[in-house]
């Protein structure tokens, strides 16, 4: 069994973008304007735009991990003309806590 996050966007094509330059990979059999699968290496982040325009577009909370420098995932971002975001000392560890191109928080946690 997986775990799936579903994202819910009206503009499916910036969150593709936007994931894509965080370091996961497009499913290219499953990529359409309604639905695409962007996988990382423990699961994947499905971006849908049904209900995405009745529901909270912050209602959910995603968080990943990345064996890479979290400075790395900050250049890519940015070099892909998104917020970069801040990295942060949690009791944890390090995290990256940048929001999508809808405002969304995101939390990346890492080296």
């Known amino acids: ?3 799936i996050a579903v994202r819910y966007s009206a503009d499916t094509a910036q969150m593709r973008r936007f994931y894509a330059a965080l370091g996961l990979s497009l499913n290219e059999h499953t990529a359409s304007e309604d639905w695409s699968e962007i996988h990382g290496s423990g ?3 499905a971006v849908h735009s049904r209900y995405a325009d009745s529901l909270p577009r912050d ?5 990943l991990e990345t064996d890479e420098p979290l400075e790395d995932v900050q250049h890519r971002l940015s070099e892909a003309g998104f917020n970069a975001g801040e ?6 560890g ?3 806590r940048v929001e999508d191109p809808e ?3 995101l939390q990346i946690n890492g080296q």
């Open 43 to 45: 699961g994947y982040v």
């Open 103 to 105: 405002g969304m928080a």
């Open 59 to 63: 209602h959910v909370e995603l968080s």
């Open 94 to 96: 390090r995290s990256l």
């Open 87 to 92: 990295i942060v000392e949690e009791d944890f």
């Open 1 to 3: 069994m997986r775990i």
